[in-house]
């Protein structure tokens, strides 16, 4: 994959370690990819840096991207979690790159942006046009800075879950900003993890589906081939 913005790479544990850490994951963790999309100024960055850090800064330089390698436990699992927080003025050139390399996508909008929010059907669909599918995407969409007061709000919380609705995906308003709400965003990224790791598995039941009705299949072709047997020429005795 190449992407041509600058981009920021740093590693973390679930205590925030250094830059220059170099600790290793268990063997047995499982690597998992997620992307968060959105217009620029949505709080992706913010977002982020509240999850892996547990602090909260403001501002953010919108021209980089910024690739955080972080180990978790979810659910009692070690995930290697890589988030990719997306240069935000970036609108369609590199969303094919983006959606390839990901596992698992946060579709961001602020609830005092009403063209962030208007754009999420854009990003889905660039999404599932670089995938090549339109079933069922392990998604969430999320509706950032619930914080900010009633008549700062260009979209309501009920457009954003009809949104999610119609889209299938599950919803999420929270606050980057909000000390209260910290466990919220972990909340967030595990929910992203749970998502992919159930689509994992049904995707899983689906192939064993079809290949044992494939089996299933051949099995009745042989035994329906011994049944009628070969077929013998009539012979007469003179």
């Known amino acids: 994959m190449s992407l041509t913005r600058t981009r920021r790479s740093t590693t973390f544990s679930s205590s925030p370690l250094p830059e220059n850490s170099h600790s290793s994951p268990p063997p047995s963790s499982l690597s998992f990819r997620v992307v968060l999309l959105g217009s620029p100024g949505v709080g992706k960055t913010a ?7 547990r602090r909260f800064i403001g501002e953010y330089d919108p021209t ?8 978790a436990a979810v659910d009692g699992e070690d995930v290697v979690m890589e988030i990719l927080d997306t240069a935000g003025h970036d609108k369609h050139g590199h969303r094919n790159a ?4 990901g596992d698992a996508f946060l579709f961001v909008y602020s ?6 929010f208007e754009e999420i059907s854009n990003i889905k669909r660039d999404v599932e046009n670089a995938l090549k599918t339109t079933s069922s995407l392990p998604v969430i969409l999320v509706a950032n800075k619930n914080d900010l007061r009633k008549e700062m709000r260009t979209v ?5 879950r009809k949104l999610a609705e ?7 308003e929270i ?3 909000d000390g209260r709400q910290i466990w919220n965003v972990a909340e967030l990224f595990h929910n992203a993890f749970r998502e992919w790791k159930h689509k994992r598995a049904d995707e899983k039941h689906e192939r064993a589906q079809r290949k044992a009705h494939g089996a299933t299949a051949h099995v009745k072709r042989a035994m329906n081939k011994l049944m009628r047997g070969p077929r013998m020429g009539r012979t007469t005795s003179l």
């Open 47 to 53: 977002l982020m840096v509240r999850y892996v850090t």
């Open 64 to 71: 980089l991207e910024y690739l955080c390698r972080y180990h």
């Open 98 to 101: 983006y959606a390839l390399w």
């Open 111 to 116: 609830v005092a942006d009403r063209r962030s």
């Open 156 to 160: 309501t919380e009920s457009e954003g």
């Open 166 to 172: 119609d889209m299938g995906y599950p919803y999420c």
């Open 175 to 177: 606050s980057a900003k």
